[in-house]
Structure formats: C-alpha cells, structure tokens
C-alpha cells in the first residue's frame, strides 16, 4: 500500500471519528476552558459574586446590573500585566470587557469561596 493510499485512509478515518466525537458532545453541557483566561474567568463566574460599595456606586452611575458583570465575565480578557494573581491569600484580576458599547475595566478579588468585584472603571 503507497503512501497516498495511506493518507487517505488517515483522513477517512479521522473525519469519521470527529464527526461521531461532534454528536456525543453536542447535547452535554461541555466547556473547553484551557487558557489563562478562560480558566480564571470561569473561576470567577463560579463563585458567589459580592459587590463593593465602590463598585455599586460604579454600576448605578454608569446604569449596569449584574448582566453587564456576567457578560463581561463571559466574555472579557484577564489583563495579566496589571493584575495581582499571585497575593495571598486572595489574588487580584483586572479584568476588560465591553458592555453597551462602553469600555469596562473590573478589579475582582477572588478568594476560595467567593469573589468581590472592587471596582468598575470605565476605559476611555
């Protein structure tokens, strides 16, 4: 058997198991969080979310609710440059997203069992 003959069997075979691998994952509910942020965004989202005083007045000036905080979770980027990941016992994110077409910065403490959002800053 040549090598082409080889290739193609590769292909054949590969396609059948990525399809078959496709539909016993569609229906579970699966996430593939490998990066940086996806694994600390999730983390975060996990975890039972308090608000600062600071941040609360944050949110009511710039008319965002708790939606605007989970889509920015779900969505946003971990500025890893800026932020504190390594304080004990609670490290300190910063965390950019966009919400209503605004530009948004979160600062999140995250401890074990829950996570603070500090404050709300909106990047111009």
Same mark, same amino acid.
């Given at each position: 058997? @040549? /090598?082409?003959?080889?290739?193609?069997? #590769?292909?054949?075979?590969? *396609?059948?198991? *990525?399809?078959?691998?496709?539909?016993?994952?569609?229906?579970?509910?699966?996430?593939?969080?490998?990066?940086?942020?996806?694994?600390?965004?999730?983390? =975060?989202?996990?975890?039972?979310?308090? #608000?600062?005083? @600071? &941040?609360?007045?944050?949110?009511? +000036?710039?008319?965002?609710? *708790?939606?605007? =905080? #989970? $889509?920015?979770? $779900?969505?946003?980027?971990? @500025?890893?440059?800026? *932020?504190?990941?390594?304080?004990?016992?609670?490290? +300190?994110? $910063?965390?950019?997203? %966009?919400?209503? +077409?605004?530009?948004? !910065? /979160?600062?999140? =403490?995250?401890?074990?069992?829950? &996570? %603070?959002? +500090?404050?709300?800053?909106?990047? !111009?």
């Amino acid at each position: 058997m @040549n /090598l082409f003959k080889r290739f193609i069997y #590769y292909l054949i075979g590969v *396609s059948f198991g *990525s399809i078959i691998v496709y539909f016993i994952w569609k229906g579970k509910d699966v996430s593939f969080d490998y990066g940086m942020d996806a694994r600390t965004l999730k983390t =975060i989202r996990t975890k039972k979310l308090h #608000y600062s005083k @600071n &941040a609360k007045s944050s949110m009511k +000036e710039i008319q965002m609710d *708790s939606t605007g =905080i #989970y $889509s920015i979770l $779900s969505d946003g980027d971990v @500025n890893f440059g800026k *932020s504190n990941q390594h304080k004990k016992p609670c490290p +300190e994110y $910063s965390i950019t997203g %966009t919400y209503l +077409e605004k530009k948004l !910065e /979160l600062w999140i =403490i995250r401890c074990d069992s829950f &996570a %603070t959002i +500090e404050e709300v800053l909106v990047k !111009e």
